[in-house]
Every structure is written in C-alpha cells, then in structure tokens.
C-alpha cells in the first residue's frame, strides 16, 4: 500500500539553488496538496490542485511553483531557494474537495538551504 | 477566514489515564469538517478521526473521541487509556468552503508526552 510517495526523504541546497520536489498517489484521487511545516508549528498549504489539470495558490505561495503532471503526480519547485524555505514539506491527496474529506499524506521531505 | 487554535503547547499524562487536548476553531462557514491528526517522532501525518458541523454524535474512533462542541466553536479530542506510543505532536485541523477551494487549515498542535 504505496499511498502518497515523495521524493527525496533529505536534500540540502544552497542559497538560489532550484530543485524539484516529487510526489505521486495510487488512490486514483482527484485533489492534491503541498504543504510546509516549519519547527514547532501547523502545516500551512503552498499550492493545492482541486483536479487535473487545475492549480492554485495557498496560503504561502511566495518562491514556489507547481505543476499537476497528470492525475497521479505534482510536483512543487523552488526556482532560486532561500533560507526561509527551510523546512519539511509534505504532499498529500484527497478523493475531492468537499469538507468530509480527509487528507492522506506522504512521509515529508526535510529540506535544509544555507 | 478559517483559524484553528490548539492552546496546550505541551501535555504530560501518566499513562493509562484520560487525556482532553483542547482545539477551538473559527468559520463563519455553515458546513464544514473537523479532523485530528497525530505526527509521531518519525514524521509522518496520520489521521485519526473526523467530525461533520451537521453530525449530531460525537465521533468516536476506538480510544479516540471528539468532544464536539458546536456552539461553543470546539472539538477537543480525547484519548482514553493512554499508552506510551501516544507520545506525540497531534494536530487540529477544519475544512470548510471558502475561497480556496475547501483547504484543509491546521492549529499549531499540542505535544503529548505519556509518562510510564
């Protein structure tokens, strides 16, 4: 039972470095998710896609962008990262949108930029 | 705008005692669904019980229960027999319609610590 699967677990990056944060689900599910946990708080959302071929901003979008491949994968970027990026940052899916739905979420990728 | 506010930063309990970790929450939308979510050491998120604004139960999930309080804007969860593995960060969350597209908003958690 693979669930949510992001890629890598670790990376550290230097200042304006770029790299791609993958994720991919096997739930057949409609919405997908980005968000960031900094130390010792709540997970804020960066992006979400509602359904294929849609993306939208979240409540921290600044820095990011996404890209909904097809209906299994988004992935999140970071063009030129900067300190304040550092952080664990979990994708997750969920059959829709509607308010009884619960997230399924991915094991978290911890990503360090000096 | 949704805000949820978990206002226990930290939490001792002995283990095998009952524990209430305290989540209050503001919407001003008519539907929408509260969760708890418990984030061991290793990091993963997992879900541990859901309540509906429109349920008329309290939702109960084996030890897990949600006290929900709707007129009073709360849904804390409680832990009953506590166990070691309960040690944790546990997090409040509510998803409700609003313009982005139902997001699911989280608290700031309460870390649980189970005394043997």
């Known amino acids: 039972n693979a669930g949510v699967t992001q890629t890598p677990k670790f990376q550290v990056l230097k200042t304006g470095q770029s790299m791609t944060l993958q994720c991919a689900q096997d739930m057949n599910h409609n919405s997908m998710y980005w968000y960031r946990q900094d130390p010792g708080m709540g997970l804020r959302l960066i992006y979400y896609?509602?359904?294929?071929?849609?993306?939208d901003k979240g409540e921290v979008p600044n820095g990011y962008n996404v890209s909904r491949l097809n209906k299994r994968e988004f992935s999140l970027r970071l063009e030129s990262a900067a300190p304040s990026q550092t952080s664990v940052y979990f994708c997750?899916?969920?059959?829709?949108?509607?308010?009884?739905?619960?997230?399924?979420f991915g094991s978290g990728t911890q990503l360090s930029v000096l | 705008a949704q805000k949820i506010t978990q206002t226990q930063p930290g939490m001792f309990v002995q283990e095998k005692e009952a524990v209430t970790l305290d989540c209050t929450y503001d919407?001003?939308?008519?539907?929408?669904?509260l969760f708890w979510y418990k984030q061991p050491s290793s990091g993963e998120m997992i879900f541990l019980i859901y309540?509906?604004?429109?349920?008329?139960q309290n939702a109960t999930e084996g030890r897990y229960s949600l006290n929900f309080q709707k007129a009073r804007k709360s849904a804390n969860l409680v832990i009953s027999a506590s166990q070691l593995g309960d040690s944790a960060m546990y997090f409040c969350?509510?998803?409700?319609?609003?313009?982005?597209?139902?997001?699911?908003?989280f608290g700031g958690g309460t870390r649980l610590m189970v005394k043997p």
């Open positions: 309540q509906g604004s429109y349920d008329q």
């Open positions: 997750a899916s969920s059959a829709g949108t509607g308010y009884d739905e619960k997230l399924f």
């Open positions: 969350a509510m998803r409700g319609f609003n313009n982005a597209g139902n997001m699911l908003t």
């Open positions: 896609s509602a359904s294929e071929g849609t993306t």
């Open positions: 919407t001003s939308d008519p539907s929408y669904g």
